[in-house]
């Protein structure tokens, strides 16, 4: 770590690793004390609402959107369905592996206390997307930069967030998927990263620009499918070696608390890199799931960030596991000196065969190129918050889908992903700071619900009169 800002930014230094001290910089003194105490002052307002109502949300994955003659609305379970499809895919395949090389199987224990305290941020900002939702056409729209700017009344931060989460969704995020699709390409195939970027950044540009929306229709059926398919094969593989899990999970938690790592001084990162890494696969608290989940129709904002809570919980503690199980009975870890989805590929090739690298690919190509869509997305609605100049929005679809997508095929993993993760922080930054200052409406109407629920109305109903403070800032929930 650097030990000034003069050395951060010094010539001596590469590009890569000032970016990668800036990085530290920013998660040692901001964001890991951000997200373990938000999520902590969370859970504690809360009374442990991811724990306490675990069978709450289950049971509204049920929930269907009640519309009336004419209008549009996605439900409950549809709004989950997004917002998980955006959540599983490069941080699942890859993320873990590179978090499992740099901090060791302990790595993957603060991945899943990351989760368990993340989730109740994750209902926090859920919750607050539905309360301050705005009609749009014959659907919602909504997100952090709408309960900024209403709840808050601050324009600019809502400003500030919207240039944040274009640039850290849109661009970073897509140079590492685009990089990920090439590496795995690469290693199951032997195909040059340059001409896989060459054909993703044309694919991408396609669909941004309006063409090809049978891809995006295809896609929409074959991702769930492979996301099945990969938890599956991973399921497999932990029941065929049942007999050495306990060792595994011994390993685990040794690593996340072990003497050998404090005394060597490695305990810090497998620390950072476990968050870092659950952060970017689970985005609780990062305020991208949120965009989603204000687009749902329901009758009580709770519901909704129940049910993205529960997606933090499918994101990391299934999925995630599985991938880190994969890798960690393969034992390849500690001897390829392979990092990210190729190390995901050799340890699933050790277990299944030549069909496991080929399989990864094809699943990581899915996920991914589908993750660049949707990610774009997030970027090209907050660019409609901010102006509605064509030129700024055909500008962004060039950078989104063409210009990052290739610096993404040819650049190094770690300098993707440091980027990632100095664009991460900032954005993380922006948006716990709003949903600690908003996050009271959201424990009243977590208490509504639940009064509700003691009285035995089974379908609980918000109204905006609930909050007169803030009621002339609400445009629905009439």
């Given at each position: ?458 379908d609980p109903v918000f109204t905006k009169d609930k909050l007169p403070e803030i009621a002339d800032r609400i445009e629905c929930w009439e």
């Amino acid at each position: 770590m650097a030990n000034s800002w003069t050395d951060i930014f010094s010539a001596e230094g590469s590009l890569n690793q000032n970016i990668l001290a800036v990085s530290d910089v920013i998660w040692t003194y901001l964001l890991v004390a951000l997200l373990i105490g938000c999520g902590l002052f969370f859970t504690w307002k809360t009374k442990f609402v991811q724990f306490r109502m675990i069978r709450e949300m289950i049971r509204l994955l049920t929930d269907s959107a009640v519309t009336k003659q004419g209008e549009k609305h996605i439900s409950s379970f549809q709004a989950f369905a997004v917002s998980v499809a955006t959540r599983v895919g490069t941080g699942n395949l890859a993320g873990v592996a590179t978090a499992i090389t740099i901090g060791g199987p302990g790595s993957v224990f603060w991945m899943w206390i990351i989760a368990l305290i993340g989730s109740a941020s994750a209902f926090v900002e859920s919750t607050l997307a539905q309360l301050f939702k705005q009609k749009h056409k014959d659907s919602f729209i909504g997100g952090p930069a709408y309960y900024i700017v209403k709840g808050l009344r601050l324009k600019w931060m809502a400003a500030l967030f919207a240039v944040l989460i274009t640039i850290t969704f849109g661009l970073s995020y897509n140079s590492i998927q685009s990089n990920t699709i090439c590496s795995a390409m690469e290693q199951a195939f032997g195909i040059s990263p340059l001409w896989i970027g060459i054909l993703t950044a044309t694919l991408a540009l396609t669909v941004v620009f309006g063409g090809i929306h049978r891809i995006a229709k295809v896609s929409s059926v074959l991702v769930p499918l492979m996301a099945v398919g990969y938890f599956l094969l991973a399921i497999t593989v932990v029941i065929m070696n049942i007999g050495i899990l306990p060792e595994i999970l011994k390993q685990i938690v040794e690593g996340a608390f072990g003497i050998e790592q404090f005394a060597g001084g490695t305990l810090g990162a497998t620390m950072m890199t476990g968050i870092k890494r659950g952060l970017f696969s689970n985005e609780a608290g990062e305020g991208s799931a949120p965009n989603v989940a204000a687009t749902a129709h329901t009758s009580h904002p709770v519901k909704q960030g129940l049910i993205q809570a529960l997606g933090v919980f499918t994101d990391t503690l299934l999925v995630c596991s599985c991938t880190a199980f994969i890798i960690l009975l393969s034992g390849g870890y500690q001897a390829t000196g392979l990092n990210g989805i190729a190390l995901t590929q050799y340890a699933l090739q050790s277990e299944v065969g030549a069909a496991g690298p080929v399989f990864v690919a094809i699943a990581v190509c899915l996920f991914a190129f589908s993750s660049i869509i949707g990610n774009y997305y997030y970027g090209e609605a907050n660019i409609r918050y901010l102006t509605h100049k064509k030129s700024v929005l055909n500008s962004y679809r060039v950078c989104s889908a063409g210009v990052v997508v290739m610096f993404g095929a040819i650049a190094s993993l770690d300098i993707v992903w440091n980027i990632g993760d100095v664009c991460m922080a900032c954005l993380a930054a922006c948006n716990l700071i709003a949903i600690i200052c908003l996050g009271k409406y959201a424990f009243r109407m977590l208490d509504d619900y639940r009064a509700q629920k003691k009285k035995g109305i089974k379908d609980p109903v918000f109204t905006k009169d609930k909050l007169p403070e803030i009621a002339d800032r609400i445009e629905c929930w009439e």
